[in-house]
């Protein structure tokens, strides 16, 4: 019982701290920009992608709908997006060490660890909340916007259409994988959390984190191979095999295992650290 | 029977190469209002901090209620309210909506009446909807208290609850806690730097210095000591003849300070007959004043 209350009281701080906003104004800004200029200037946009193919393909119907404009919203914002669930999450413990409520929460008859998983759930819900936001501003307003269509992705591999009726349950799992990856993001700043009794420090460390993370990825040197497919961040993308034909489960199963290990591996250190953190500040 | 509610043996703690704590004893007994009294940074903060689990041990027992802390913790924290160091809110909520938090997660839940009668008995009825942000160091005290008392704790632990307060909520928060104590038999813990505080306030005191206890003990036996320290003041050329005087009395310790004042022990009683003999035998006597040994070494302590 006592770790429902925990957990609806964190709630309603990140419902009542300014800052859980931010993130929902920032996908609402900035999925205004991009459906404003698609509206004015989309289709220049797409003729550079489809001139390309122009000499071999032939393009019919609305090729510039909602369901193409929702994935370029999804693959422009997914970098972003982990920035703002840090923001709310990485003050999870580190923001109350710094206002003292920590403090005062400690002396109250609850277990560290269900203090600390309540955070960890509210942290989820939140993530759930920013994941459901986008997923409303892309899909939702980009079909309102743009009417439905075939959906044309331009992968590694090459061209890949996909047929009106095939596309909603792809960005339902889609969506439900990028949660996954960024509940690892909230799960990471929540374990930096504990280290720390300021509320900056673990939101710039996860970024920190990603950031050098990602590079590793990006550098495409041959003795980083054994270790980039164990990077959280390899598997942050994971979401975009939903978007193949044929969608590659095997990869996207071993994309999601990473991801929960990470998530278990930062929740169980989270629950060491914090169970023998002394309070005094 | 004496019921103990909280035992405290060889605690110890350390902070990297710091010693905070190092042998602190204490036996806290049910309806006493103990003292915790020491200089600042003498560990105070650390040892309560202990009792209420925010701080691992390196070593030493803490019972509560008759119980381990180290093994039934939330049990006893149940019926515990504290308030350690300074009142920290979530400054952009509510008093009302701080209050409802904390106690969802008191163990008793309170309603919403009972809230606003716990604003109202700690004197901020009718600041329940306003935004703590808005609150003065003292509101925030009242509030810290409200937060202390909301779910009926058998044992209140009170940290300096009168830094920062002006005269007013100094004499405020002084008769809250003999109110607690008279009306409710709380068994209540208060650490000070303020050995007069501890005296009006207190039962039972302790002294902490450099991380021990150094005395413990029931406050009147330990401040009204009949053998008391006694300065008299003259002038240079009658201190032979004042000395002369005290000769004839119970004294101990004489020793002269400068070329005009005794400083000696002596019980407190004979110091009417001594300003006679003293005014009798022509030495004019400037001032006379009494310390107690206890006041004057937690003096020291402070000074030092």
Redesign the interface.
Known sequence: M?FF??T??EL??IA???RSYLGLAAITGLVGIILFALVADGMTVISFVTASFEQTLRFEGKVLNGNLVAFIILQMLIIQIPLLVALVTGDLISGEAA???L?????????RTQ?LMSKFLAGGIYTFLIVLWLGFMAVGIGRYLFGPGDLMVLNSDGLVILQEGDIMWRYICAFCVAFLALFTISSLSICLSCFSDNSIGPIVATMAIILFFTIINALDVPVFDPISPLLFTTHMAAWRSFFEDPVPWQQIKQSSLVLIVHNILFIGISIFTFN?K???V | MIDSIISIQHLAKK?GSFQAVSDINIQVNRGDVYGFLGPNGAGKSTTM?CM?????PDAGKISLFGLPLASN??????R?G?L??????????SAY?NLD??S????A?STKKEIYQMLDFVGLSGREKDQVSGFSHGMRQRLGIA?TLLHNPDLIVLDEPTTGLDPQGIIDMRHLILRLKNEQNKTIIFSSHNLSEVEIICNRMVIIHQGKSIVEGNVKDLLNEEDQIIRIQTHTDSLAKALNVLSHFPQTNVRTIGSDTIEFNMQKEQIPALNNQLVAAGVPVYSIESKRKLEDYFINLIAS
Not at chain 1, 103 to 111: A, F, N
């Open positions: 006592i209350h925990s609806r009281n309603i701080k009542l701290k300014p206002m003292g409520t403090r005062m929460l400690l002396t109250k008859p609850i277990t203090l023998r002394d309070i005094t | 902070f901090r209420l689990s925010l701080i691992k913790r939330t049990a006893i924290l149940s515990v504290s350690i160091e300074k009142p920290d809110f979530y400054k952009y909520l909506r938090l904390f969802r997660i008191s163990g839940p937060q």
